[in-house]
């Protein structure tokens, strides 16, 4: 990992076809929406649920997010847990996984806690048009890397499995998870649904309208459905490489 010094940019993305073993994460009302309209955050999750997200953080190499999402959710993105982390320093691994990021823009700010939070090794995927000006805002907090224009994901992937990342959390946004999904990048996806609906179609919906490789003529194959206090969690596996239900 960190084969580019921070705050430099990468322009040879290799023309790989390896890619990591790839995890969506995603919380829905039960009407499928992911937020309200309110400014205020909405709480999809619960404490025992969130406890998983931690652990299967804490399994992973990197967790990506969309550079809107750090803008509206601040997240930090570190593994929460004081034995989860002493376990990968055990095994030789930093405390938390790689930070990951996509923008098309550059629209990022260098005091967001995705840069400032934890010792992790942050990755910026970037828009060619942007690269410049993304590589002198995060210089010496971040590593960004041209991934093509438009902003391809499927090379953003191809860089972190030259990096070393195996598997990789992908935790939303909506359009991110979208466009992994509608390109086929995606093993496997953890969906918990919250009892309860949002009713409101001014708020964002769980990927939008696109074409998905799972459709009535391919369904998505059920790896798991559990009871996680009021939640449900549902695990599809997307891929072969998550055969018999089993993660890659």
């Known amino acids: 990992m960190g084969v580019v010094p921070a705050g430099t940019a990468d322009t040879a993305v290799p023309a790989s076809t390896g890619r990591p073993y790839v995890l969506l994460s995603c919380a829905t009302s039960i009407d499928g929406y992911i937020d309200d309209a309110t400014e205020q955050r909405l709480l999809l999750s619960n404490a025992e649920d969130m406890d998983r997200i931690d652990a299967v953080r804490a399994g992973c190499d990197a967790i990506l997010v969309g550079a809107g999402t750090i803008r509206a959710d601040d997240p930090r993105l570190v593994v929460r847990s004081a034995p989860l982390r002493a376990a990968r320093q055990a095994a030789g691994l930093p405390p938390s996984p790689v930070k990951v990021t996509l923008t098309a823009r550059g629209l990022l700010d260098p005091t967001a806690r995705f840069f400032t939070v934890g010792d992790a090794e942050k990755v910026v995927y970037c828009a060619t ?120």
């Open 129 to 248: 048009p942007a690269v410049d000006k993304t590589t002198e805002l995060l210089a010496g907090l971040a590593t960004v890397v041209d991934a093509g224009d438009p902003l391809d994901p499927a090379r953003a992937l191809a860089d972190l499995a030259a990096r070393g990342v195996g598997r990789l959390m992908v935790e939303g946004g909506a359009s991110v998870h979208a466009q992994f999904l509608t390109a086929g990048l995606a093993d496997e996806l953890h969906l918990v649904v919250a009892p309860f609906f949002v009713g409101d179609r001014r708020a964002p919906r769980f990927v939008g309208d696109g074409a998905f490789p799972w459709h009535p003529g391919r369904r998505a194959r059920i790896a798991e459905v559990r009871q996680i206090g009021d939640v449900v969690l549902v695990r599809y596996a997307l891929s072969e490489r998550c055969a018999d239900g089993r993660p890659g």
